[in-house]
């Protein structure tokens, strides 16, 4: 079993169109697994919905604890791109012992044009075969916490030398 933590980002997020801006609703998490066909025995549980520019060192807590106190020792984060890094290393600093992938999206999957969804898949198969650690799966590719950054001019998270 894959325990599937949800934060919010970018990955959640829906367009608001009274408002005219991006808010959050109920993750679109299980409408992915099941587009997705996924067969992965998981669990879903929501944390929190917040863009990750608002995460807290609090918001980072109760995802450390939450995944340090989880059953399970392979566990995915759905989480916003722009403070990814620190979570990550909140949670490797905190949860020793388990394979944590974080994983999100550069546009909403509501928008249908989103990453979302493939690096959901590549976050569960990389969950499934990595060894214990904590690393970031964007775009395709996996990286160890300590070895990632995000691109800001290009939106990709590449490797630290």
Known sequence: MICIFVTGGTFDKTYDEIRGRLSFGDTHLPEMLRLGRSRVEVSIRTLMMI???????????????TCAQCGDSRIVVTHGTDTMVDTAAALAR???????????????????????????GSALSFAQVLPPGVYIAMNGQHFAWDRVRKNRETGIFELVP
């Open 94 to 120: 905190g949860v020793p012992g388990k394979t944590i992938v974080l994983t999100g999206a550069m546009i909403p999957y509501a928008f249908g044009s989103s990453d979302g969804l493939f690096n959901l």
């Open 51 to 65: 863009d990750s520019l608002d995460m807290t060192d609090t918001d980072r807590g109760v995802i450390v604890r």
